[in-house]
């Protein structure tokens, strides 16, 4: 249950009710709201004149639900918009990983070529195996700093584990929580007290109660920028790297008032189905897309296989255009 | 591993030949053509001058490969072309099941309305239990029939098992083997003795390897007109009926030579999110959707959460033809 | 919702009942028994004073539901029975398929030399490529027909789709439809027609739900002689060829009063973990297990790699009759 | 590919040696042992006089695997051995969650009764939702370490993310990283530098290969003292909360050095199933079991439905002893 409190009340008064209520209390649109367990389905007679508006809810799918919020949040990163009435989507690209200043640079440079105002590469990278490439780590955040300042970009990187949360905190400008992490209380509460931008991937294994249920950490912490971000499912087939949730992604459009970025690289595994999917989940109507490009895959560090390579990615960005504007949106 | 022969080779020496190498011999573009098991890697050299191409081929997907083939099949369904060089998309749309003349007649009035060509519904129906509507059988394979006369329309209907194919085989114009279907041998070993249009549907079970053998079961009878339908997995997820796996539909376009046509309704499984759906199978650059369309959803027999009202489709089919159109195709 | 009408009731009076229910009619322990779908919750009153007991029930899981009838089913088979209160363990062994007269004589023998009265063994093979062998089809049948007159054996195999079911029906004494078959209706109809007891797989991407709706197409054609058998779930492990559900077994050992039989050969895929998983699945207390045995496995014509030798075979059923001990059950 | 020097190779040159091979240097059994990328097939000539075992290994489960190292590794838990050749069956139980002092008290009460010696009981938990019970952190840690300093217990406690990770190490006498942190590289490469005793839980959704590549995140940290734990998989199969893959823990037994611990509360999750799935994990012939017990476990904080209650539990105790003694094993 949500109790949005008038907002003639204070702050020690909103904290007295949310502890006999056992509810977290967060501050929102310049009111106290108050978040119940979902078990509790009626607000105490004592406490309805200070309460503006009440919602009972089926499930702990609270703050993201659209029961409670049905317009999709707006989300502002540095300017760039989405969600909300924009119609945008917002092409996010780069890299799997930071290489070298000369790799990154060549990315960079082809986003600036493009129009492409966020871009994506990893630093802390959450392998599988210990003997293989970990990441340049904290001077690889340095490095995409570098491109920030230098063209202007929205950087979006990831965080592996709670030891480097902060580091990611202060570079990034739109913190992304990997596939694998998704659960980390430790990453989860600590973006709850923060106010960027928050992509949070779904886990492979993953239900989108369950994920939907890990954004609603970061929301009741009292960040109310949360975007959701679909990578594919691990299902019983292997011929392609995971299976991309395109009706969860449905499920999610109707049910949830976050935004969503679909992530097509990360879910086929394999370059040459990446064009297609990409403009699948473009025609879905979604907020954004996820690419992984790098100016020469067959040496990537990391994910070799799903890169496009550059003049596949600008054949690519044309043709999303086209895609996006018959179903009415933009490309930004 | 696939032996053109020359066309010189008769019919009796073919078969001699494919006895002594333990394959199957088929007759396709006016050549005998032999498929041994793929563990075969080399042609005896005895027989060499007798053949015109070998293609050594990695598994048992083997006359659906481009491997063997490079470009999609044309299927001609009575003048009505996908694949090949078409670009043409095909909509196929209509009830789940046929319920009454009444309710037929709606449906194919509907599609004569926004030029459709292809009118799906099924009479026999692979139900999960006993004590629901089973369909209404030969009775209804009958009223499409009649609106196949009326309108001109191609008819599409599923057969559940053995016992109806040949009823089927006489009735429709694409022969549909349902998800549950797949791997009847009675069903598929019948099919490969038409050459009628064979759309396979995908068990939601079924990896690609094994639903692309299934395929073989028919194109090695003899029926080159097979189309691969995929529509949705069984995954974990539960909130949607089921995972529609487009990775899978972009591997299938990479690999096969197989017309793909894609089923957003039985992959979701709930009506609001088949539109948006549909526009991602349509920007996939797939060779046909299917879409479950009703006069009256509500009280339908059987799958009621799925199918789409008559305004919803005619605003969803506009849409599709402006993403078709974004991707240099056209909705037919 | 199952009404079991009173002794005296005839049976034309019980069809007419029937009819107005929209019920489902059998004869059943000298009664007839109608079952509505489950979405009937209430019998209307003038009917009441015809019936013996109404059990409403929550889904179409109805004849085989524990909530009807609570204690497990007693399984004859020609005298060898299983489920009720017997705390039998049925050990059901052979090789995958009949390859020869010569080998399935040595797999005879070697159940004869451990007292083992089921001999199980495919004719009809539902491979997944039409160019690998296919098996032996009637004359397998007769191979089979020829070791039960020898040895005294109760005889399992496999319908492979609705074209053998009469030749299976004929020859078998428990009819086995596999994973792949599980949602055939011309073979779940016609087993519904005899009394011969029946082993119902369960589909690799087939929930417990459906499964046991699968199995109330035969309950309710009037063959109260069915038994479960649970064989592995495809899921995203594949060091394993499929995932015994375990988990699932308890499930329907508690909901279902089926018997229940185990097939750890085909789950795993692999000889090395056949004997721990088979200790495991008799420890479960569950009423039977399917174990692959061959003469010499290297050369089987199909499932080579899970099939155990006849050494190995003999160490584990000296195991197995421990472990059944341990759990106060007995192996025949 | 492993690399285990002479032991007359002294630290300095070790690593100098694995900073030219790109390798991971531990000190394990009084040997410098390097442990390079698999992909690394062939140690350099010139290193060869220095080296005294090499290992070339199919992929990157390396210190984990049987080619390695055949035998299981015993671990030692002061003094309670498991694994090696010890035949032991370690019975692990308690609580899922510590929630007060006298609940806690009563579980220790019960073990003692059993002559049970490792207690199990989570402080921070890694719920689903922010709005329920979330554990009692550092205060639950300390009533564990007074049941250990009063009754004589190892204890078993789950570290949920890296920010508790040193608490935990400091109280628990096995450290348990669950399903959910499995991939949390902050925990793992912490975990690495201890030598306490880790039981790392299988995630839901990881395939065997990436599991024993966690494990080895670990392992290449320097501490052999490894678990692995299999607690069920998330499968298309929801009327049991997870799938039990015992196939999985055939294959684990067959090619992974590492004792393995099975957990039939958390895959199936509920009560019902749990005494035959502990009887069939014990009779796999696996290390040892985690079983959920609570003195009410209606009124359980969390899992409430999986919790035996005490009862329950001393007759499944007894008859887990009957069916470790038929395979020769022995619950400690």
Not at 31 to 36: E, G, N, Q, V
Not at 85 to 99: D, K, R, V, W
Not at 187 to 199: D, H
Request: proline residues 3%.
């Amino acid at each position: 249950m949500i109790v949005e409190l008038k907002n003639t009340v204070a702050e020690k008064r909103a904290n007295e009710i949310a502890q006999e209520l056992k509810a977290i209390c967060i501050h929102y649109e310049r009111k106290y709201t108050l978040i119940t367990p979902s078990a509790t389905k009626e607000l105490d007679a004592k406490f309805q004149s200070e309460a503006d508006r009440v919602t009972v809810l089926n499930d702990d799918m609270q703050l993201s639900s659209r029961a409670w919020k049905n317009e999709t949040r707006t989300i502002d990163i540095n300017g760039v918009k989405i969600g909300g009435t924009t119609n945008n989507t917002l092409l996010i690209a780069g890299p799997c990983s930071i290489e070298s200043e000369e790799q990154i640079e060549q990315s960079a440079a082809l986003l600036k070529e493009l129009n492409i105002t966020t871009l994506r590469a990893g630093a802390f990278k959450p392998r599988t195996s210990p003997y293989t490439f970990q990441g340049m780590g904290l001077d690889g955040l340095k490095l995409l700093a570098k491109m920030r300042d230098k063209y202007g970009f929205n950087i979006i990187t990831e965080v592996r584990d709670a030891t480097q949360v902060e580091d990611i905190i202060e570079y990034a400008d739109i913190i992304q929580i990997g596939a694998k992490s998704m659960y980390d209380h430790g990453i989860l509460r600590r973006c709850g007290k923060t106010t960027k931008p928050v992509l949070l991937k779904r886990g492979f294994g993953t239900t989108l109660q369950e994920f939907l249920q890990c954004a609603e950490f970061i929301l009741s912490g009292g960040n109310p920028n949360v975007i959701l971000c679909e990578r594919g499912l691990r299902t019983f087939e292997t011929k392609t790297r995971f299976t991309l949730d395109l009706c969860g992604a449905a499920w999610m459009k109707q049910y949830s008032n976050l935004p969503i970025i679909l992530d097509p690289s990360h879910a086929i595994g394999y370059a040459y189905g990446v064009p297609d999917l990409a403009r699948a989940c473009t025609a879905m109507g979604v907020d954004g897309l996820l690419i992984e490009v790098h100016p020469n895959p067959k040496v990537a560090k990391s994910d070799a296989s799903q890169q496009l390579n550059h003049d596949e990615f600008r054949t690519l960005a044309n043709s999303l255009k086209a895609v996006a504007g018959a179903i009415g949106r933009k490309i930004i």
